[in-house]
Nanobody
Framework: VQLQAYGGGLVQAGGSRRLSCAAS????????MGWFRQVPGKEREFVAA????????YYADSVKGRFTISRDNTKNTVDLQMNSLKLEDTAVYYC?????????????????WGQGTLVTVSS
């Protein structure tokens, strides 16, 4: 699976941004999809994940209630709608695919990664 994330940019605190990730290659609906983020000097951290058919979603506590993950298996895309953005949401955001049949928030459990897209939240 090849993943291409896009949609990053500069946004003011309190604003919204939508990230998208396009997948190509093997059957998209065979993978759980996740979004992670990373700031320089810190480990990559889990943000959100969605099950293979999009029924179940999972969120880090830090984004719960503000971010929404969704997928469209007909278009091979997974989106991350980010609302009420905070300064601490500034990071490079990565989409990733996991072949596991259960939810995981561990970086090591994701098999394929997109290149990352930078989101900068300004005051």
């Amino acid at each position: 699976v090849q993943l291409q994330a896009y949609g990053g940019g500069l946004v003011q605190a309190g604003g919204s941004r939508r990230l998208s990730c396009a997948a190509s290659g093997r059957a998209f609906n065979s993978y759980r999809m996740g979004w992670f983020r990373q700031v320089p000097g810190k480990e990559r951290e889990f943000v959100a994940a969605v099950s293979k058919i999009g029924v179940s979603t999972y969120y880090a506590d830090s984004v719960k209630g503000r971010f929404t993950i969704s997928r469209d298996n007909t278009k091979n895309t997974v989106d991350l709608q980010m609302n009420s953005l905070k300064l601490e949401d500034t990071a490079v955001y990565y989409c990733a695919a996991s072949a596991l049949s259960i939810h995981t928030s561990r970086v090591a459990d994701y098999d394929y990664w997109g290149q990352g897209t930078l989101v900068t939240v300004s005051s």
